[in-house]
C-alpha cells in the first residue's frame, strides 16, 4: 500500500498539469458569452471523476447550467460523504490587471507561495479546490483505501446564486442522501495556521434604479433646478449608514445574533496581525463598525456595502449632462438568524422611503441566501481536525468567515447533513480578484489532508 504522501510525491506533476487543463476552459456562469465553455467544463469534471474511480458519473440538465453528479458505493452499511464543489468562475475583469491571462494558467512563486502558485481565474474558488477532492479519491480507489461511500456534486451556477441547485437538491434527496456534507470553497488562516471554517454569512443581493427627468438634460440649462439621479443616489446611500457605521435600515439589526463576551474572546485568540492586514492591502487604517474588531467586522457583523455603481457620462473628456438615470447594486453579508429574503424587504421598503420627491426608486432583488454555523462538537468537525493534526501537526482553529455559500444551509434544511467546510486557500488568493492563484503547496496538502478525513469520519461513525 502506498500513503498518500507518497503517492502525491509520484503524481504530482499529473496532478498539477490536470489542474491547469482544466483551468483553461472559461467557465464563466455569468456570462452568456462563454455557454458551450461552462458545458465543456461540465464534461470535462464528468470523465475526470470516472477516472478517479466513481461507479456511476451523470450530468444532470438543469434550466441552466448542469450539475455534474457521481458516486461510488462501497456497501450501503457504511457511512457517505457527499462532495460539493463548484466549476463555474467569476468574470476575469479588469483584464488589464492580469499579470499572465486569466485562462493560460501559469505557475509562479510568490512570497507566501515560494514554492509557486497556479495563476489563473478558478485556481483557488473553486476549480483546485474542487479538484483537490477528485485527486483525493483516485488514491482511495487506486490504493484501496475508500473506507466509505462518496458522492460529488459539483455545480457550474455557484457563482451567480445556485438557483438550479436549489430545485436539484428537493427533488434528488433519496440520490443525495448522505452522512456528512464536504467543501473545500473557503480559506485557512496562514499556511502555518490550519482553521476549519465554521460559519458563512448570508446574502441579500439588490439592484437599485433612480430616475429623474425623463431624458439626459444639459446641466447648464436644468442644473440646480430638479433633482439629479446620481446626486440623489450618492446621498440615499451614504444615509444607510450612520457616523459610527451602523446601517441605518430600521429593523435591520433586530434578529441579529450577539455573542457573548466569552465567544468573541474566543474569536480573538485566533492569531491576526492588523500591520499586516493593512499592509497586505496598502491602506493606512481599517474602517468600520465602532466596536467591533476587523475579524469580527469581516465575520460576526452584518453589512452593507456597493458592488458597483454607474450612470451619467464616463467616456473620455467631460460631457456636461444630467443622465436621467443612476443605478447600483448593493449586497449585504447577514448573520445567523436574519432571514435574507426579511431583509431584501427590509431594504426595499426603507430606500423606497427615503427617495426624495422628483425621483422614482425601483429596487430589484437578485439572489440571496441564509448565512450558516456549524457546531465543533460532532464527528465530522472531529474528524476534520484530527485529519488537519495528521498533515499539519496541528490542531486547526476553528474560524467564522465572511464569505457566503448560500446553498450550505439550504442542505441542512432540505437533507439534514451538517457541512464540514474544510478550505485551503488564503485570503490572499485573489479570489474575484485579478491574479487569483493558489499555492502548489496547499494544492497538494488539501488532497493530502482530504483521505485521512475519511478515515476518521469512518472510524468515529460506526
Ligand atoms: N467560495 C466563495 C465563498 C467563500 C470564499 C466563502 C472564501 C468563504 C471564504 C464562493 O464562490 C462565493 O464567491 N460566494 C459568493 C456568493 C455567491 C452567491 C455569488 C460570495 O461570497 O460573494
Ligand atoms: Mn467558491
Ligand atoms: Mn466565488
Known amino acids: 500500500m502506498t500513503s498518500i504522501s507518497a503517492y502525491i510525491q509520484n503524481h504530482k506533476d499529473r496532478f498539477i498539469e490536470e489542474l491547469i487543463n482544466l483551468l483553461k476552459i472559461p467557465s464563466i456562469s455569468a456570462d452568456s458569452a462563454y455557454k458551450n465553455d461552462v458545458l465543456k467544463t461540465a464534461e470535462a469534471v464528468k470523465s475526470s471523476l470516472t477516472k478517479a474511480g466513481c461507479d456511476k458519473v451523470e450530468i444532470c440538465e438543469t434550466k441552466g447550467y448542469p450539475i455534474v453528479y457521481g458516486e461510488k458505493i462501497v456497501d450501503k452499511s457504511l457511512p457517505t460523504v457527499l462532495v460539493y464543489g463548484h466549476y463555474d468562475v467569476q468574470p476575469p475583469d479588469p483584464l488589464e490587471l492580469w499579470t499572465s491571462p486569466p485562462f493560460e494558467p501559469v505557475i509562479k512563486a510568490t512570497k507566501l507561495h515560494p514554492d509557486g502558485a497556479i495563476f489563473a481565474r478558478g485556481a483557488c474558488d473553486d ?20 473506507p466509505c461511500n462518496v458522492k460529488f456534486m459539483i455545480e457550474g451556477e455557484e457563482e ?75 446621498k440615499m446611500i451614504a444615509s444607510l449608514h450612520d457616523e459610527n457605521n451602523h446601517i ?9 445574533e450577539e455573542l457573548s463576551k466569552e465567544e468573541r474572546a474566543e474569536m480573538a485568540k485566533a492569531p491576526f496581525s492588523l500591520e499586516d492586514y493593512k499592509s497586505a492591502l496598502d491602506i493606512d487604517a481599517v474602517y468600520g463598525e465602532k466596536g467591533y474588531t476587523t475579524n469580527e467586522r469581516n465575520s460576526i457583523r452584518p453589512t452593507l456595502d456597493v458592488n458597483g455603481i454607474w450612470g451619467g457620462y464616463i467616456g473620455e473628456g467631460a460631457k456636461t449632462v444630467i ?72 490542531t486547526p482553529i476553528p474560524q467564522r468567515s465572511g464569505g457566503s455559500i448560500p446553498i450550505v444551509s439550504l442542505f441542512e434544511k432540505e437533507l439534514g447533513s451538517k457541512t464540514i467546510l474544510m478550505g485551503f486557500g488564503l485570503d490572499s488568493d485573489a479570489i474575484h480578484s485579478p491574479n487569483e492563484h493558489f499555492g502548489v503547496w496547499n494544492y497538494l496538502k488539501g488532497i493530502e489532508t482530504i483521505p485521512w478525513f475519511y478515515k476518521y469520519f469512518t472510524e468515529m461513525s460506526v
Open 248 to 256: 441605518t435600515i430600521p429593523g435591520f439589526y433586530d434578529k441579529v
Open 160 to 234: 451567480v446564486g445556485s438557483e438550479n441547485l436549489a430545485e436539484f437538491v428537493a427533488k434528488n434527496k433519496e440520490k443525495l442522501t448522505n452522512d456528512i456534507i464536504l467543501i473545500s470553497d473557503t480559506g485557512m488562516i496562514a499556511k502555518d495556521v490550519p482553521s476549519i471554517t465554521t460559519g458563512l454569512r448570508g446574502l441579500s443581493y439588490v439592484e437599485v434604479e433612480v430616475t429623474g427627468p425623463n431624458r439626459d438634460l444639459h446641466s447648464g440649462l436644468y442644473g440646480g433646478a430638479v433633482a439629479n439621479p446620481i446626486n440623489v443616489l450618492a
Open 323 to 394: 443622465a436621467s438615470k443612476a443605478y447600483a447594486k448593493i449586497s449585504m453579508r447577514l448573520v445567523p438568524h436574519q432571514d435574507w429574503k426579511e431583509i431584501t424587504q427590509l431594504f426595499k421598503t426603507h430606500f423606497e422611503s427615503i427617495a426624495p420627491a422628483g425621483v422614482k426608486v425601483k429596487v430589484t432583488p437578485h439572489h440571496g441566501g441564509q448565512g450558516y454555523v456549524t457546531p465543533i462538537d460532532t464527528i465530522g468537525y472531529k474528524a476534520a481536525s484530527k485529519a488537519y493534526e495528521q498533515t499539519f501537526g496541528k
Open 127 to 146: 476549480k483546485g479546490q474542487m479538484y483537490m477532492h477528485v485527486k483525493a479519491l483516485e488514491y482511495m480507489t487506486k490504493e484501496n483505501q475508500l
